[in-house]
């Protein structure tokens, strides 16, 4: 009996450390000038293999880019993750940095969700969405 | 048994050196997602921010509007109609900042308006600035257009569960014709429930 409690107050002690000291991940996916979308850079290997970028679109609101990207939930599995874009201008420069907030997305299981937004200024002309777990 | 002992000795040992080894500051992201508790946050001012002013300078008669020419906005103060202390002039802060940095429209600053002829009675009065140089009295730009909104919220709790709603509006009117050009509006619903601990 008491050989069970301390193996459950142990076994509690190690699930506490690790979810205490979980770390963020972020997986950064680029929309090119044709529309074709690939992962530029992650670290999050399960966001890289449960999502995916179904389509993008690029428009214009006058001199303002506007974008649209469906994110397709490829796991079997409920998802719950944030997002947020980033403004490229020609010289890949980012601009307007931190200018948008992280913005929390739950998509179900094999759903796809569209995600908008429109560029802070007319100098932007390529985009990023980054994905955090 | 000495060796079950042992280990969870070891582990509530890492447990204290890894996540309570005293007071520890850190920066964080800005732009991060705030859920410290159900009321107005960071990320609730921020997603309001970035929604109205993504809604405003893409609604086609406004695209259509600032195509050639940049109108001037006067902010007018959002009026705060939850049960909460909310800076609001903080959020048209954020929004015209944004507005400004689009490059789509102008604004005229009226919390600035007793420091701007403070220091134009000093350059015309003092008679220490060049006459010639002095910002003449008459010359500004009178504003074409009022920015304004509400922020209301509805709250309801129960034994375990709280639910918090905004609905923040902002319109756009021209002050000569009194037309309301543009109106946006931003939803927030936040749900917090007491952990096991609180109860």
């Not at chain 1, 649209?68 to 796991?75: D, E, L, R």
């Not at chain 2, 009675?121 to 003092?126: A, H, K, T």
């Amino acid at each position: 009996m008491r050989r069970n409690l301390v193996r459950v107050v142990s076994g509690a002690m190690l699930l506490g450390l690790l979810s205490a000291c979980a770390v963020n991940e972020t997986a950064t996916v680029q929309v090119g000038e044709d529309g074709t979308t690939k992962i530029i850079e992650s670290n999050s290997g399960f966001l890289a293999a449960s999502l995916s970028i179904a389509d993008s679109k690029v428009g214009s609101a006058g001199d303002l880019m506007k974008v649209q990207a469906t994110i397709q939930n490829q796991s079997r599995s409920d998802l719950n993750f944030r997002y947020k874009f980033k403004w490229l201008d020609n010289d890949g420069f980012e601009i307007a940095i931190d200018g948008r907030p992280w913005t929390p997305l739950s998509i179900t299981a094999y759903e796809s969700k569209s995600v908008q937004a429109i560029a802070p200024n007319p100098t932007a002309k390529a985009f990023k969405i980054l994905v955090q777990d | 048994m000495k060796v079950t002992k042992l280990f969870a000795v070891v582990m509530a040992a890492l447990l204290l050196t890894a996540c309570a080894n005293g007071p520890k500051i850190s920066y964080g992201d800005a732009t991060a997602v705030e859920t410290t508790t159900t009321g107005f946050g960071s990320t609730d001012l921020q997603s309001i921010a970035a929604t109205l002013v993504d809604d405003l300078v893409s609604f086609p008669p406004i695209v259509q509007m600032t195509a050639a020419r940049r109108p001037v906005v006067f902010v007018d103060k959002i009026k705060n109609k939850t049960t909460e202390h909310i800076d609001t002039e903080s959020i048209t802060d954020t929004v015209q900042t944004k507005l400004l940095k689009s490059g789509k429209f102008r604004f005229v600053d009226m919390t600035a308006v007793r420091a701007v002829q403070e220091q134009m009675q000093f350059q015309m009065d003092s008679g220490m600035v060049d006459p010639s140089k002095a910002a003449a009295f008459g010359k500004q730009t009178g504003a074409e257009f009022m920015l304004y909104g509400n922020m209301s919220s509805i709250v309801k709790r129960n034994d375990s569960t709280k639910d918090v709603y905004y609905k923040f509006t902002m319109k756009l009117v021209n002050l000569e014709s009194g037309i309301m050009e543009w109106a946006g509006e931003k939803e927030i619903r936040k749900s917090g429930e007491k952990s096991f601990f609180s109860l």
